[in-house]
């Protein structure tokens, strides 16, 4: 069958396999262009591997330089009745095919994070594979919906703000327009909802259980991923359901930063990164027309980063360069003093960026944000996150599905 992109809304229904094979490729090839990691991680447990900031990482750190072996947790869908599968399914199969051929120990485990069956497979895989301790825990999840590992009634987050309503625009990336969008005030308990969801409990848990079964090497650290984001955007996202449950996953880092430090000499880091086309942010509503400005002004000054370049730079110069983290290089003075927060958005942040960015946004309406905003570059980011539009792949050949199905992630 001849796959095609097939976009609902901000939605794709469709991945191409051959594709996310080739944007793997890609960002291999980066990593493998750019200057290598001196140093780094031995074996790594990487949770949310298959897609954006997390297979990023998971790139960054066996191929950029460091070789590390991982161990990666998704949520993905495989070939069935119901479609060919999705995007992430094939990264983590493309991925490990790559690591493999080069040497590297690269395992996946798919299904729910949040569950405990998927925690003992960790903690019996690292045993079995990887020599019984991981020197690295990355928590990049991101989803909608955690089930209350007690009851098992279901969290579910919803992206609002927090106090007055908020109206502006989004994209719809079926139609190629920019359509009225609002977001609505949330009530507590959709508040509360949202912290448990993407806040840090769930990451929290994760450590006491490997700290609990003694996986983890002396040393070990652990990151998470967060955002922040310029002024502009904090009614609809820093003061928002997202931002208050990033405050926590914040709040957690110190707690973790400071278990990890009296039992095992360990350290706790959130990572802030900048803002990028992911499956994840493509749904928070009125957001997009920022990144739209932002594309435009980081690509025109030169400066632009994608989920790859990003990781890259965090690990080969911020976290694994020579001078290491030392807890007082990356404290950031606006937050709490003794939370290390790692500030990959300092190039987004740069006033002459933000200038500009809110000139363009200033100017931007639904008839002409395809010129004043890099629409293209939004688009083109999205079908690469879904296999589509790379140029190494003809997508007028068929695939074979059956084949396909043979290969195990
Ligand atoms: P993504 O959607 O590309 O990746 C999410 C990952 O989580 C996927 O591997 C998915 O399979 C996995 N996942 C989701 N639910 C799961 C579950 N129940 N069990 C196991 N795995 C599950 O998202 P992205 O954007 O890479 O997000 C990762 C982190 O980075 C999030 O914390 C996000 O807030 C943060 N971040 C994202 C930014 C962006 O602009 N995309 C900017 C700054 C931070
Ligand atoms: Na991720």
Redesign the pocket.
Known sequence: MVIQPEIQGVVARTAHPYGCQQAVQQQIDYVQSVAPMTQGPLRVLI??????????SRIALTFGGAQAETL?????RGPSDKGIG?A?WYNNIFFKQAAEQQGYIAKNI??????DE?RQHVAQTIRDEFGGHIDLVI?????G??PDPETGEVWRSCLKTVGENFSGYSVDLENDELVPAELTAANDEEIFATTKV?GGEDWQQWINFLLSENLLAPKAKTL????IGPESTYPIYHHGT?GIA?QH?HQTAIAINQQLAQMINGQANI???????????VFIPTFSPY?LALFKVMKQMGNHEG?IEQMQRLFAQKIYSAAGTEKKQCNDSDEQSDLALIRM?DWELKPEVQLQVNKLMAEMNADNFRQVGDYAGYKSAFLA?NGFGLSSVDYTQPVDIEELSRLAP
Not at 110 to 115: E, I, Q, R, T
Not at 139 to 143: D, P, V
Not at 271 to 281: D, I, M, N, P, R
């Open positions: 949770l949310g591997a298959s897609s954006g900031f997390g297979l990023a990666g947790v998704s949520y993905e999705s992430g798919v299904g729910d994070a949040f569950s998927v928590y990049s999840l991101a989803t919906i955690r993407m998470a991923y967060s955002y997202l990033k996953l990572v802030v990164c900048k803002a990028l086309v992911t499956k994840a942010s990144i989920c958005d996150l």
